[in-house]
């Protein structure tokens, strides 16, 4: 008898602290974001500006004297097989568009990760962040054999993900 072909699902729930620890630890997300927390959808966080890696000197400079920006990422769901996500960073007492400097930060990060996972580009005052579901598949035969070793011989598909107060993953598993 062959062996059963359906799709099986698992669903990973990641409270946000933890998550954010794994970002930090594999050097993802900078020292520079501080006081992360979820609310609803969304995530909040402080952005020391001047901590960031390859940031121009004179933005730097006036970072440095404004002190913490302020961030949200907001999750806006999945349509079809894309995950979009919205940045916006803003000082809570200056109003400045960062919206350029935002996006070609995110990119530059991005860029240091497999290609075509994810794509930046400015909208309407945001960062919009889209994640190739199919593409960040692709990923996890890499990191799910670590906390289940049966997965390895299975393939993966991203059914929903979502973020806010945690980070939720569905993974279909075809054998």
Partial sequence: MG??????????TVPLGEAVAALRATGTLP????????RGSSVLASVNVHELPDVAPGIKTA?????????????????????????????????FDLSAF?????QQQLAKGPA???TARTEGGATVV?????????????LLPGLLPAVQRLRPSVEDVSLGEQLRLVVGLAG
């Fill in 3 to 12: 062996r059963d072909r359906r799709l099986q699902r698992m669903e990973l």
């Fill in 31 to 38: 020292k520079a974001v501080t006081n992360v927390t979820g």
């Fill in 63 to 95: 970072a440095r004297f404004a002190g913490p920006f302020e961030a949200q990422l907001d999750d806006r769901g999945v349509t079809g097989r894309t995950w979009r996500l919205e940045l916006r960073v803003a000082h809570p007492v200056l109003r």
């Fill in 102 to 106: 935002v996006t070609g930060a995110v």
């Fill in 116 to 118: 075509d996972v994810a």
């Fill in 130 to 142: 889209e994640v190739d579901l199919d593409r960040a598949a692709g990923l996890l035969p890499g």
